[in-house]
């Protein structure tokens, strides 16, 4: 009887303790969490929420069901649409060889032509055509910019234009070179000064007053730019181009090719002889979808979006292709969003953090840890770089930033070893980013 009562004692002890403890713990996490939010943040819209799969309920909430501009945490969704729809290498083009010409259907690829891949497969075929060329754009159903995107950005990399086929990432690459002359003909002329684009190109070209910081401005209705020198002595500056559909890339494709590519405008079924048809096959998704979270590059983000339409409806339509993926794959998010574009640019998205959790551990599900883990940025890698007091491996996020908006969503390692979901998402601050980021860091490190 003694026995049975002292077992009794101490499983009684054990809930005590570990009660006391999840209080602890709670009351730990508003502290941190009051500390983040500070004074600072008092007429801001704040939500937090921390979850633990292990036990599969919240550590912390706070406003966590509420709708929040994410900024480029929507670049989560869209990793997640392109891990699912996207084969390990993605499709470039369906290439069409008829008896009288060859057509070219293209699926989207950011990275055709673009100088930071070293690898274009489907410039090596083209290389050795020799019949008449053709581009198939039937399947292309939607807008050069996005849905809310901020069009007095034009000229700013980031607002790139999308399109069926983009040739050089849609955008011209500026640089500068300074170097000493050899043999200077007086004190004042030490200096050779050299600018030039890749691609190279025959369009309107002006140069501005000189500056601290090279710069290129384009024309707001035609693909006319202005150069700023600066004082760095190399210095990149890419500007996105005017797309015009297709027709731009067409004209900088056929200067590289040297020969033309014509838009084809015959029926669907062609009436030619088909001599085969093949998908040519460009980079490793995964290599794309890292360099869009690490850099939190919009143009690949937007790009993969319809490239994942592409394989999932036929057609590149975002917006058709966010409504089917409501409707199915993510017809379990907690709170309704309103999600319009693959990049974040749009203030029209809104998320919860508890979509934002609902969607992180639908990634863990589905896919490999390890794919999950090179595919985000990691502590101090990429944008995490800006997140103070984290170190190691301790934390694989997204940041989203614009003006009155930072957010942060992934996965942390708590002080018991556990890997959380958490999504800190805060909209409407005047504060400053550095000041709130170090927050962020502060209550993350306290998990």
């Known amino acids: 009887m003694k026995v049975v009562l002292i077992f009794q004692r101490l499983f009684l002890l054990l809930i005590g303790s570990g009660i006391l403890l999840g209080c602890g713990t709670q009351h730990t996490l508003k502290r941190a ?9 008092s007429n801001a819209h704040v939500g937090i929420a921390v979850f633990d799969p292990q036990k599969n309920r919240y550590r ?6 509420k709708l929040f501009v994410p900024a480029s945490n929507t670049k989560i969704v869209t990793c997640y649409a392109g891990m ?15 008896d009288t010409a060859v057509i070219i259907v293209p699926m989207g690829d950011p990275t055709f032509l673009h100088p930071e891949f070293a690898v274009h497969p489907l410039m ?9 060329i053709y581009l198939s754009t039937t399947h292309w159903k939607t807008l050069a910019l996005g849905n809310g995107w901020s069009q007095e950005d034009f000229s700013e990399g980031y607002m790139t234009e999308r399109s069926v086929f983009p040739v050089y990432g849609n955008r011209v690459h500026w640089f500068q070179e300074r170097t000493k002359k050899e043999n200077p003909s007086h004190a004042a002329d030490s200096i050779d000064l050299f600018i030039y ?15 601290s910081r090279f710069s290129v401005v384009r024309a707001a209705h035609n693909n006319a730019f202005t150069l700023l020198e600066g004082k760095e002595k190399q210095a990149r500056v890419s500007v996105p181009y005017i797309t015009n559909g297709v027709k731009t890339g067409l004209e900088l494709l056929a200067d590289s090719l040297h020969t033309s590519i014509s838009i084809w405008e015959g029926p669907k079924e062609y009436t030619a002889r088909l001599i085969r048809q093949d998908t040519i096959y460009s980079q490793s998704t995964d290599s794309l979808l890292s360099i869009m979270m690490h850099r939190s590059d919009n143009f690949y983000a937007d790009q993969i979006l319809l490239m994942a339409s592409q394989m999932k409806k036929g057609e590149m339509n975002e917006e058709g292709f966010i409504q089917d993926m409501l409707e ?3 017809k379990s998010f907690p709170v309704t969003p309103r999600w319009v574009d693959g990049s974040g640019l749009s203030r029209y998205n809104v998320f919860s953090p508890s979509d934002m959790i609902h969607l992180l551990e639908k990634l863990r599900t589905e896919e490999p840890w390890e794919r999950i883990a090179a595919v985000f940025p990691q502590s101090s890698e990429g944008t ?10 301790s934390i694989i996020a997204k940041t989203g930033s614009m003006g009155g908006v930072l957010c942060l969503s992934g996965y942390v ?10 999504s800190i998402m805060i909209n409407n601050h005047t504060s400053s980013g550095a000041v709130l980021r170090k927050r962020i860091g502060e209550f993350l490190s306290r998990l």
């Not at 912390?60 to 069901?65: A, L, P, V």
């Open 33 to 41: 969490a009051g500390q983040l939010i500070g004074n600072e943040l």
């Open 197 to 211: 684009s890749n691609p190279e190109i025959s369009w309107p070209v002006d140069f501005g007053k000189a500056g």
């Open 384 to 393: 995490l770089r800006s997140i103070s007091g984290l170190s190691g491996t």
């Open 413 to 422: 390692r708590s002080k018991d070893n556990r890997w959380l979901s958490f």
């Open 60 to 65: 912390f909430t706070h406003q966590s069901d």
């Open 84 to 98: 699912k729809y996207l084969p390990a290498r993605f499709p470039t083009a369906i290439f069409q060889e008829l």
């Open 124 to 132: 090596n075929r083209l290389k050795d055509v020799k019949k008449p």
């Open 328 to 330: 199915t794959e993510l």
